[in-house]
């Protein structure tokens, strides 16, 4: 559900379903409940794309560019290899670049050696990927997430990037493709001995916090690392226990560095600076809550997936500036706590870089306070929608 908090920011839970009246939206142009799967749909189909795409053997996914715009376009690549596996196309799918460990999490790429290349090259992925390695393919897919609009069918509204990029491509592939919401893949998880190092010293027992610090714009995305600890301290004390609180740093420049607090009353809390993604994949199905702001990290916490169940922890993203559900993954674990101004972005499908929009305030991530975030993760996790 949706609900006003008291101080005036307002949750949106990942499970919202937004109705196409209520924000702008471009039609999709059909009905796609109605549209069986593998059928043509009433759009023509970009006839080039088609061609070039059916005489493809080999795909290559390669992104250079940000992790969290990465993580999002992801459903893009899936819908061209479900057009692929739904036209009987068989081709030998690799990932490149720094994301490619990832990536392979999907569980989109072939086997090595499963499949012996043949045929034209397809090459997926953003303009950096694209144009580092696209030169010789006959087909090259730029994913941008400023191209896609916000779709609308049978009634609702498709906001999150993911489902923009995988019904963009079904539209120009001319065939109904086989997901539904949400189109985001999600990345699998196993066991990881720097994770397991961690539980074996007590960081991953009682009631575990994951808050995300790392971020690009430090100035406006920072919610910093007292405030995180203070909304820590307001659940445990709620709990009445003491909480393990992760605070998870950007690459400081000489790699991975753990570093320890002293213990305070309700919480302990640990540095993970420079921890690499695919080691804090393997290492955010451990934790009870995540919280972050709207870059990379957040949105790799939603993704990760517990290889055992399938499951992961109730992911809160905070959103001072940009639109809430564009910048979310669409998977119903994956919360938003937005202000006004963010409202107003994904109601209008706006961007304030993009669309060059001032805001009326100066809107940082002081707009959030410990006190209410910790009544909403407390919701979360008795299991009570806020």
């Known amino acids: 559900m949706t609900k006003v908090a008291p101080v005036g920011i307002r949750f949106h839970h990942g499970s919202l379903s937004v109705p196409a009246g209520v924000v702008h939206t471009t039609p999709l142009g059909y009905d796609r409940d109605s549209v069986p799967i593998g059928a043509p749909l009433t759009l023509s189909a970009s006839t080039e794309l088609v061609h070039r795409l059916s005489g493809c053997g080999k795909v290559v996914v390669a992104f250079e560019g940000k992790l969290g715009d990465t993580l999002l376009a992801l459903s893009g690549v899936r819908a061209v290899l479900d057009w692929l596996r739904l036209r009987s196309v068989r081709v030998a799918v690799r990932a490149v670049g720094p994301y490619a460990g990832l990536i392979a999490r999907t569980g989109l790429l072939t086997r090595p050696h499963a499949i012996t290349p043949s045929g034209r090259l397809a090459v997926i992925g953003d303009r ?3 144009d580092a390695r696209g ?49 985001a893949p999600t990345l699998a998880t196993g066991p990881n001995n720097l994770v397991e190092e961690l539980r074996s010293i007590g960081w991953l027992g009682g009631l575990t916090i994951a808050a995300i610090t790392a971020t690009s714009w430090p100035e406006r995305k920072d919610y910093t690392a007292q405030r ?60 009870h809550l995540i919280v972050g702001n709207d870059t990379g990290l957040t949105h790799l916490a939603a993704m990760a997936r517990d ?24 998977l119903p674990h994956h919360h938003a706590v937005a202000t006004t101004l963010s409202d107003r972005m994904h109601q209008g499908d706006l961007c304030p870089v993009r669309d060059a929009i001032t805001p009326d305030t100066d809107v940082h991530m002081d707009a959030f306070p410990p006190t209410a975030l910790a009544q909403i993760g407390l919701e979360l996790l008795d299991g009570v929608s806020p």
Not at 237 to 244: I, K, V
């Open 128 to 130: 950096i990927g694209v």
């Open 135 to 183: 030169s010789t393919a006959a087909v090259s897919l730029v994913l941008d997430p400023a191209t896609p609009p916000c779709w609308s069918t049978d009634g609702r509204a498709h906001p999150d990037l993911p489902a923009r990029h995988y019904l963009a491509l079904e539209r120009r592939l001319g065939i109904r493709l086989p997901a539904t919401t949400p189109f």
């Open 228 to 287: 995180y600890t203070a909304l820590a301290e307001y659940i445990a004390e709620a709990h009445q226990s003491q909480a393990r609180l992760l605070l998870i740093g950007g690459n400081p420049g000489d790699g991975l560095r753990i570093t320890a607090e002293a213990p305070r009353r309700y919480v302990q809390v640990l540095h993970l600076d420079g921890m690499p993604a695919d080691h804090l994949s393997d290492l955010f199905p451990h934790c």
């Open 307 to 330: 290889g055992r169940d399938g499951v992961g922890p109730p992911v809160i993203g905070l959103y001072a500036r940009h639109s809430h559900s564009k910048w979310r993954t669409g």
